[in-house]
């Protein structure tokens, strides 16, 4: 019989359920931060927040191609979402200025500031307080009908 309890590596292995652990921690470490839900909105609680964030983790392990889906579909919409503000922005700044300057510098709306409408960024403030996040369709339409004054729409460059 071999004796190895004197063997100068055998303390340095690792047992199963170490690799194991070792293993979840570093899944759960990548999937938590990897996973970036949409903003809460004003009136969730806190359960429900760390709730959502953990379905969404648990759908990232066992259907890991779904996410991908999910980001390009959000890709999709953002990048949607920015090229009609662009427009409606152009087409704002050309009727108040009369096409005096060049469209587009001041009214540049992002891809980034796509993803932010998507997420529920945007708040609509009504005396100072925050009332609800809006849709892109909804802040789409309040900057249509210049609720929205130039002061926050030129801060989207």
């Not at 340095?12 to 931060?33: G, K, V």
């Not at 609680?45 to 066992?62: F, H, P, Q």
């Not at 060049?102 to 925050?130: C, D, R």
Request: proline fraction near 4%; charged fraction near 15%; glycine fraction near 6%.
């Amino acid at each position: 019989m071999l004796d190895v309890s004197d063997c100068p590596s055998c303390s340095n292995t690792r047992s199963l359920s170490d690799i194991i652990w070792s293993c979840a921690a570093t899944l759960f470490a990548c999937t938590w931060t990897a996973i970036h839900p949409n903003i809460p909105g004003l009136d969730d609680r806190k359960l429900a927040i760390m709730s959502r964030r953990i379905l969404l983790m648990v759908m990232a392990l066992v259907v890991p191609e779904l996410v991908i889906v999910w980001a390009a579909r959000q890709f999709f919409s953002a990048r949607h979402t920015a090229n009609e503000f662009n427009e409606k922005l152009s087409k704002k700044l050309a009727q108040a200025d009369g096409d005096h300057r060049k469209i587009g510098e001041e009214s540049q709306f992002t891809v980034t500031h796509g993803f932010f409408a998507w997420m529920g960024g945007f708040l609509l403030y009504v005396n100072g307080h925050p009332r609800a996040s809006l849709t892109p369709k909804e802040l789409l339409h309040f900057v249509h009908n210049g609720s929205v004054n130039q002061t926050i729409q030129s801060t989207f460059t």
